[in-house]
């Protein structure tokens, strides 16, 4: 039976690509309907497309078989960015007042569209986290209805390089398919797995994925610090390549052997592992390779933590991602950073229900693209698909251009939310049309000030001709009058 409802969301991952459908129930829990996966790692690197062509196929092949499994035409989908090279940046727009101003939204919403229309070169602005406002010399989370003379907002900007953006893009564009809403990865992940005591009192989630090490640092239920580190699962897999293996075979190694931490006591220095048949690797060696990259690793997530918020992580460090799997995990991250308090969050905290047909696994791998799920709440199904094929009936399926055909000001944009590139095209174009509107009324204001001028200093002159004249006449008239007497 065809479904009727559902929401669409994929997942581009260094190692594989995840597509997964949905349907949302009234007690808010999520059924999942099918669940496709794609390797990805040929054209997919640290969480980058580089070959648009096969990513555009793979892409395809994902929806096609959604397609086929649902019964029914997916009209869009709800996707993620993420990926080597975001990070994050702060700002500070600041607009000066008149005095006994009092703040209003709308200047409040003119501080937030100036910070997101920044230009940064060769990078654009994904999402804009607002920190706080400085009213006169008080901070303030809502400024509004407050009187001042100085409105500052500091924000903190997400960047990420415009050619991986523009690449993405151009992928669902080139596979035909339309994006129902673009989401920062990281902000949706963190929806889903922290819980709002820990934003509140200050964490740091920890993704660590294939290609890449995602860190968000929250402090009170704010985004802090985001940064993609291009260090993950896959330099650990190929360390262990490096005894002259495989990758495949030195994942496999990787899966049944190592230890995120072994104490020296637990070492047995005449262990040997097996590689193949005829060859072995020492136990010592193995823990050393493991451990020496992972190590390099944690150092770089914890140098991501900014130093004003390293002793306020009360909320501890929450790990996620196919790597949080490694045995001792926690006990490595305990040793490197003192931080007592670490939490795996192997699910999402949304109530999926999941078949034997279309599994779930509870290991962190499919957190982001359950996230992504979670968030969608636009109905992604098309027209039941015709059993006939019947190629002719059916409808033209809309473009992202037909979603977002009215586009948002960034201010009306919910945090998370990235603009595609189709909706930033037409942001900036109605953008620049406001502008070449304010400046030809300024012109125009302009002109009819300067002709009233103009006219003015004309009676001025005219005015003062007469006067000259009449002066004239006066003088005449009297001297006459003298001449007469």
Request: contains cysteine; aromatic residues 6%; charged residues 30%.
């Amino acid at each position: 039976m065809a479904a009727k409802e559902f929401i669409v969301a994929i997942e581009l991952g260094s190692s594989k690509m995840t597509g997964i459908a949905g349907k949302k129930n009234l007690d808010g829990s999520i059924q999942v309907l099918a669940v496709v996966k794609e390797d990805s790692s040929s054209f997919i690197r640290k969480g980058v497309v580089y070959n648009i062509d096969k990513t555009a196929q793979c892409l395809t092949n994902i929806v096609t078989k959604l397609t086929n499994i649902l019964k029914t035409e997916i009209s869009y989908v709800y996707v993620g960015v993420g990926g080597q090279s975001i990070r994050s940046v702060k700002n500070e727009i600041i607009k000066e007042l008149p005095a006994e101003t009092v703040v209003k939204q709308e200047m409040v919403n003119e501080l937030m569209d100036t910070n997101r229309n920044m230009s940064y070169q060769d990078q654009v602005i994904l999402d804009a986290a607002t920190q706080e406002y400085k009213v006169d010399a008080q901070y303030q989370l809502d400024p509004v209805g407050i009187q001042c003379t100085r409105l500052q907002g500091n924000f903190l900007n997400i960047l990420w390089r415009k050619l991986f953006y523009r690449n993405l893009n151009k992928c669902f564009d080139q596979a035909g398919i339309a994006i129902a809403e673009m989401y920062l990865a990281p902000l949706v992940l963190a929806n889903s797995v922290l819980t709002d005591a820990e934003k509140r009192s200050g964490c740091a989630l920890v993704d660590l994925g294939a290609d890449t090490t995602t860190v968000s640092v929250y402090y009170k239920n704010i985004l802090r610090h985001l940064a993609v580190i291009p260090l993950g699962g896959s330099n650990i897999t190929k360390d262990i390549a490096s005894l002259q293996m495989e990758e495949s075979d030195a994942e496999k190694m990787k899966l049944k052997y190592a230890s995120a931490y072994t104490d020296n006591s637990e070492i047995d220095n005449n262990l040997m592992l097996p590689i193949d048949a005829d060859r072995t690797v020492e136990s010592r060696k193995f823990i050393d390779i493991v451990e020496g990259r992972l190590e390099e690793i944690i150092e770089n997530v914890w140098y991501q933590v900014p130093a004003e918020y390293a002793e306020k992580l009360l909320g501890g460090i929450i790990l996620t991602g196919g790597g949080s799997n490694m045995k001792n995990i926690e006990r490595a991250f305990k040793n490197r950073t003192h931080i007592e308090k670490i939490r795996i969050a192997n699910f999402v905290t949304n109530t999926i229900h999941a078949s034997a047909q279309h599994p779930v696994p509870h290991d962190g791998t499919m957190n982001t693209v359950l996230a992504l799920l979670a968030e969608g709440n636009m109905n992604c199904a098309g027209d039941e698909v015709d059993p006939n094929g019947d190629l002719f009936g059916q409808k033209q399926p809309k473009t992202t251009n037909d979603i977002h055909e009215n586009p948002r000001k960034p201010s009306e944009l919910k945090s998370g939310v990235v603009q595609t590139e189709a909706e930033k095209k037409a942001a900036d174009d109605r953008a620049r049309q406001e502008r070449e509107a304010e400046e030809e009324e300024a012109l125009k204001k302009a002109q009819e000030e300067a002709a009233r001028k103009a006219e003015e200093e004309r009676q001025r002159k005219e005015n003062s001709g007469m006067k000259k004249t009449f002066s004239k006449f006066r003088s005449f008239v009297k001297n006459i009058l003298t001449e007469d007497e």
